[in-house]
Every structure is written in C-alpha cells, then in structure tokens.
C-alpha cells in the first residue's frame, strides 16, 4: 500500500520551495508518486492499494482507479497515527493476514527492502530514514497499536515507536536505513545519487529521473 498526498499546488512537498517554483515542486511530487506507483506494480501476488490524503480533487489518480488490479481510498483520522492504525485494522478487518505501508517521499527505495518487509515473520516492520522516520511499516496478522503518543512530523518519530514497540514487547524486524526527500539538501542528495544510478547501471525510478534532469540545484 502506497500512502500519499492528493497533489494540489501548493500543498505539497512546500519546504522545497526554497529552491523550486511552485508548477515544478507539483511536478516532482507527481513524479514521486508515479514512480512509487510503478513499485507496487512490480510485486506480484498482493493486493495493491493507493490511501490519499486529503481528497481525491486533484484528478491526478483518476487514470489507476479504472484499473482493476489497484484501489484507492481515502484515509481517514486527524493525523498520520490516527490514518495509519484505521487503514491497518481496516485491512485486518477485511481478512488481510499481512499489510505493508510505503511513503511516497523516497522514489529510490529498492524493491528488495519492500519484498523483505513481505518476507518478514515478525509481528512488525519497519523501515527507518535518515530523518528520524520510517520509510515503511508493516504489521503481520494483527494490529500492534504503535500509533500513539508520536510526535508526528519530527525527528523523534521513529524513537517513539519504537519506545512503543518495546513496551507492548512486539517481535520488531528493522529494515535498512533509506532516505525520504522533504528540504533542499536531499532533494540535491537524490539527484547525485540518481545520477550515479543511472551511470552504475542500476534499475532507477524513471519519472523522477526524467525530471531531475532539467534542474539545476
């Protein structure tokens, strides 16, 4: 399951107006999504599922919900915790014995740490960034209520679950650390490091790499 935001301008990826102009901080995050979009196509055998957040008013995933093999919700909570714990018990509820959540903040984020997280036996998952989140989360046939408490948008989210994890002393499989792009400085970060992708040979998200190509940062 892909979680992600309804991409309006202006409302998206906003602290990287430092150094984009509106139009073209839209067009990364659209670019963002298609790419992790294009992750969820690659896993076989899963229901595939995209959360939005807040609406679906953009039209820009209208195209995917005439597709039978992926459906899109909308979340619902007042914060990250809130959405994340009912789309969880949602999924339980609806017979699921496994569910894995990605961001849409990391375009590079290998296949191999999302087929892990599927692979996993523990209770839950996760996928620590290099800004104090997680990049993934996965829960493995029950609900284990790590959602509260957290100071959402911090660098003190991952700390604090895994705080959580360890007072309702739950089987924790910790994935390798990635990155999320959120401020200038990793946004400069993906475009060396998609860059030096590209050159190495490795599989890239083409979308995003498409579009890096035109800025200068």
């Given at each position: 399951?892909?979680?992600?935001?309804?991409?309006?301008?202006?409302?998206?990826?906003?602290?990287?107006?430092?150094i984009?102009?509106?139009?073209?901080?839209?067009?990364?995050y659209?670019?963002?999504?298609?790419?992790?979009?294009?992750?969820?196509?690659?896993?076989?055998?899963?229901?595939?599922?995209?959360?939005?957040?807040p609406?679906?008013?953009?039209?820009?995933?209208?195209?995917?919900?005439?597709?039978?093999?992926?459906?899109?919700?909308?979340?619902?909570?007042?914060?990250?915790?809130?959405?994340?714990?009912?789309?969880?018990?949602?999924?339980?509820?609806?017979?699921?014995?496994?569910?894995?959540?990605?961001?849409?903040?990391?375009?590079?984020?290998?296949?191999?740490?999302?087929?892990?997280?599927?692979?996993?036996?523990?209770?839950?998952?996760?996928?620590?960034?290099?800004?104090?989140?997680?990049?993934?989360?996965?829960?493995?046939?029950?609900?284990?209520?790590?959602?509260?408490?957290?100071?959402?948008?911090?660098?003190?989210?991952?700390?604090?679950?895994?705080?959580r994890?360890?007072?309702?002393?739950?089987?924790?499989?910790?994935?390798?650390?990635?990155?999320?792009?959120?401020?200038?400085?990793?946004?400069?970060?993906?475009?060396?490091?998609?860059?030096?992708?590209?050159?190495?040979?490795?599989?890239?998200?083409?979308?995003?790499?498409h579009?890096?190509?035109?800025?200068?940062?």
């Amino acid at each position: 399951m892909l979680f992600a935001r309804d991409p309006i301008a202006g409302k998206v990826k906003t602290r990287l107006r430092q150094i984009l102009d509106e139009e073209t901080t839209l067009r990364l995050y659209t670019s963002f999504l298609k790419d992790s979009i294009d992750k969820l196509f690659q896993l076989q055998d899963i229901r595939r599922l995209i959360g939005v957040t807040p609406s679906l008013s953009s039209g820009f995933f209208d195209p995917w919900n005439e597709d039978p093999g992926i459906e899109i919700f909308i979340q619902q909570g007042e914060d990250l915790g809130e959405r994340l714990r009912d789309t969880f018990a949602q999924q339980f509820s609806a017979g699921c014995g496994k569910v894995v959540i990605i961001g849409s903040d990391s375009p590079t984020l290998p296949m191999e740490y999302i087929e892990r997280a599927f692979a996993s036996e523990k209770e839950i998952v996760l996928g620590p960034c290099t800004d104090g989140g997680y990049y993934l989360i996965g829960l493995n046939r029950k609900l284990v209520d790590v959602f509260s408490g957290i100071s959402w948008g911090t660098d003190q989210v991952l700390e604090q679950t895994l705080a959580r994890i360890r007072e309702q002393s739950a089987q924790l499989e910790l994935l390798p650390v990635w990155y999320d792009v959120d401020l200038p400085e990793d946004l400069r970060f993906l475009k060396v490091h998609s860059d030096l992708m590209v050159q190495s040979g490795m599989q890239v998200p083409g979308a995003t790499v498409h579009l890096l190509a035109e800025l200068k940062l």
